[in-house]
């Protein structure tokens, strides 16, 4: 059973920046996709963007150009880079990958 940790939420003014990471660990496989996702109060979980070990990536269309996100594979650790950052953007972020999930960082943009 793969293990996912993430870190890096916090409090952020809007058009701020913040770096997510999440690390993998326990799984006996490869992880061939990981992803980000979020969940606001009273919304369902989202997908925010996912990404292949080849590098192929997938976000959803209100984070596209605004967030980016990478892998480093020798580390089993995914980053997602949120930048232009909106109020709506405020939600728990969840790191997924092998039908597992971590458990979650909060993220807020507010003035």
């Known amino acids: 059973q793969v293990q996912l940790v993430e ?3 916090g409090l ?3 058009g ?3 770096r997510l990471s999440c690390a993998a660990s326990g799984s006996r496989f490869s ?3 990981m992803g980000w ?4 109060p009273g919304k369902q979980r989202e ?8 590098g192929s990536t997938n976000y959803a269309d209100s984070v596209q150009d605004r967030f980016t996100i990478s892998r480093d594979n020798t580390k089993n650790t995914v980053y997602l ?3 232009s ?4 953007d405020t939600a728990v972020y969840y790191c997924g990958a092998l039908g597992a999930w971590g458990q979650g960082t909060q993220v807020t943009v507010s003035s």
């Open 31 to 33: 992880i061939n996709v």
């Open 81 to 83: 880079q949120m930048n």
């Open 85 to 88: 950052l909106k109020p709506e």
């Open 16 to 18: 701020g920046s913040l």
């Open 37 to 40: 996702y979020r969940q606001a």
């Open 47 to 54: 997908l925010v963007a996912t990404i292949t070990s080849g």
């Open 7 to 9: 870190s890096g939420g």
């Open 12 to 14: 952020v003014q809007p």
